[in-house]
Each structure stands twice: as C-alpha cells, then as structure tokens.
C-alpha cells in the first residue's frame, strides 16, 4: 500500500486534496500533517491524522515513518518558507520518503514576484536531495479575488496595479485534483509542470464580468504602485503585506501570472473553472 502524507492539511487547499484523494485510494493509505490535530476532526474516518511542525524537525521524522510519497504543500509563512520546506526534505530523506510533490510558484525560475525566491530554493533542495520528485508549479487562485469582488459590489470598482496583465488563474480545486492525479498515477518523477487556468484575464475584465452579471456598472481602477499599497493600508493591511501585494500586481502587469499551456487541464483531464463562474458564485454568496 502507497502511504501518502500530505502537509498542512487542515489549510485550504491541503483539505480539498485530502477529500479528492479520498475518493481515488483508500483512506487509511492517507496521512495528514497537521499543527493541530484538533482542526483535523473533519478530514473523514480512516485519514490518520499526525500531528508536525515545520519549525520542529524531530516531529517532522516522527511523522513521516512509514510514508512512501509526501505532497508538500508550500508554507504560508512567507519569509520562513525556505527554513521549514528545507526541514520537511531532510526529515523525509531520513525516514525514506520514495517520493516528493511541491507545490511551487507558476514560472519561478523567471517570475519577478517576490514570492519566487523561497520556492526557486525549495526547488534546489529537492533536486540536491536525491528523493524522486515532482513540482507543481501552481499559478493564481481564482479564490485570491473573492474579497476584491465583494468590495466592489459596494464601491463599485475593483482597485490594483495590474494594468493590462493577463491572469491565468483557476480555482484551489483545480489545483487539487492536479495534485490527486499525480499522486495516484505514474511517470510524473523529475517532471516540472506549470500549473494555470485554460482563461485568462485582465483585472478589467474581471470587472467587466462583474458589471454583466448585477447591471451594476462596477469599474477598475488601475493605480500606481506607490498609491495602491497606501490604499491597502489605509484598509487596515500591514504595511508589509501592502506593500507585497501592490508588488505582485505589478508582476502581473509584467506578464508573470501569465500561462498558455493548458498543463493543468490536460493534468485533470477536465477544464479549469472558468473566471465567470466564479465570479457567479461570490455574487450569489454576497
């Protein structure tokens, strides 16, 4: 039997691959790394739940005994990810791990986003590892625009820096059954893929989208950098969150979050969640 050790999953999208793989193996075939074995409650009978903390190396390769392929879902420490992602390697070296899938950043290696530096890291150190790997090199979630849209339902415009920046963004579920489909299936060792959605789009457009579907006539603002990480602030952001975030739609802007290659869909074997519809179903919610 393959054991399967999936980390952080008690987050958003570590808990959708959980209840993905649930349907494809058998549920005592699956590990879930936890903080927090309370949070964990409601991964389903049968997941063994382990309790590990990427700060905590010597919980790190008490949890990966016995596990044969590890899915390490990146960090959300941004800042600590390298550290805690070089722990999680180790430990699984030590304890034999035959298999690693990272969770990386859509074109690391060239992307200008500052999240690209931990992850590019990562990279390196599996490869210096000598553990049979895999990295999913995940794009946008559609998801990152929820809060966006809702506060444009009340002030009519959707703010950024983007400009005219195509994002090829998909739902985490998108990205999930990517990750279930190369867990459960063979030949994807030493292979990179660059995860995104079949559509991309432009922040204007996603508020074009949002004016067809209230009859509200919602716009986009489009700033400069500098102005919208004070805006950002002024909503009660840290300054270094704001200031990331104004950073990364700048990214955007450069082409970054871009991606054509429909690797994702033909990983999943379906199309991605079209922008549309997602929009619809935060419209529906608000």
Do not use: C
Request: proline share 2%.
């Amino acid at each position: 039997m393959n054991r399967i050790l999936i980390t952080g999953a008690t987050g958003q999208l570590g808990r959708l691959v959980v209840y993905k793989l649930k349907q494809k193996i058998s549920a005592d075939s699956i590990v879930a790394l936890v903080r927090s074995a309370e949070k964990a409650s409601d991964l389903g009978l049968g997941v063994e739940v382990k309790e590990g903390d990427y700060d905590k190396p010597e919980t790190l390769q008490k949890a990966l005994k016995d596990i044969d392929t590890l899915l390490l879902i990146s960090s959300s420490e941004v800042g600590k990810r390298q550290a805690q992602h070089r722990n999680i390697i180790n430990a699984a070296k030590q304890a034999g791990v035959k298999q690693i899938v990272y969770t990386s950043l859509l074109h690391a290696d060239t992307s200008s986003l500052s999240l690209a530096e931990e992850h590019i890291a990562t990279e390196a150190d599996l490869k210096a590892a000598g553990i049979p790997y895999t990295v999913l090199r995940n794009g946008w979630y559609t998801e990152n625009y929820a809060d966006s849209i809702k506060a444009a339902l009340a002030s009519g415009s959707i703010i950024g820096s983007a400009g005219e920046g195509k994002i090829s963004a998909a739902t985490r579920a998108d990205y999930a059954d990517a990750a279930v489909g190369v867990l459960t299936s063979e030949g994807h060792e030493g292979k990179t893929y660059e995860l995104a959605g079949d559509e991309s789009f432009t922040l204007g457009e996603l508020a074009a989208e949002l004016s067809r579907q209230t009859g509200k006539n919602i716009s986009y603002n489009n700033m400069p950098e500098e102005a919208y990480a004070a805006q950002l602030k002024g909503f009660g952001l840290p300054e270094e969150l704001a200031n990331a975030i104004a950073s990364w739609d700048v990214a955007i802007a450069k082409g970054d979050l871009f991606d054509d290659s429909h690797q994702l869909s033909k990983l999943t074997g379906r199309p991605t969640t079209a922008m549309a519809a997602f929009v619809k179903e935060i419209v529906k919610a608000s």
